[in-house]
Nanobody, 124 residues
Framework: VTLVESGGKSVQAGASLTLSCTIS????????MGWFRQVAGKEREFVAA????????YLADSVKNRFSLSRPGAENTVFLKMNDLKPEDTAVYFC??????????????????WGQGTQVTVSS
């Protein structure tokens, strides 16, 4: 399982940015996928997740009114649309995948497949 994130960049506060994550596997499985972010020296923080059947999308309270998660076409590519970015959104953003969404999906320790991360920097 290989995950590749892209789309991170430096932006001004208030800007919008879309991150993408594509998973490459040897199976036709549609995976549950999650986004987390991490600031150096801090624990990886849950941002958003989508179930393998797309029935449910979960967002952290801190981003619920600004971020959205979608899987519009290619089953194993998800897009994290981030609006009204704030300096506190600055972090390395990682995506993860699981065959089915973990029960405790907001806990990064229950996800085992990770991408390399993409840096998002928001300046005031």
């Amino acid at each position: 399982v290989t995950l590749v994130e892209s789309g991170g960049k430096s932006v001004q506060a208030g800007a919008s940015l879309t991150l993408s994550c594509t998973i490459s596997t040897h199976t036709a499985t549609v995976w549950a996928m999650g986004w987390f972010r991490q600031v150096a020296g801090k624990e990886r923080e849950f941002v958003a997740a989508i179930t393998d059947d797309d029935a449910n999308i979960y967002l952290a309270d801190s981003v619920k009114n600004r971020f959205s998660l979608s899987r519009p076409g290619a089953e194993n590519t998800v897009f994290l649309k981030m609006n009204d970015l704030k300096p506190e959104d600055t972090a390395v953003y990682f995506c993860s995948a699981a065959v089915t969404i973990p029960k405790y999906y907001s806990d990064h320790t229950v996800w085992f497949n990770w991408g390399q991360g993409t840096q998002v920097t928001v300046s005031s």
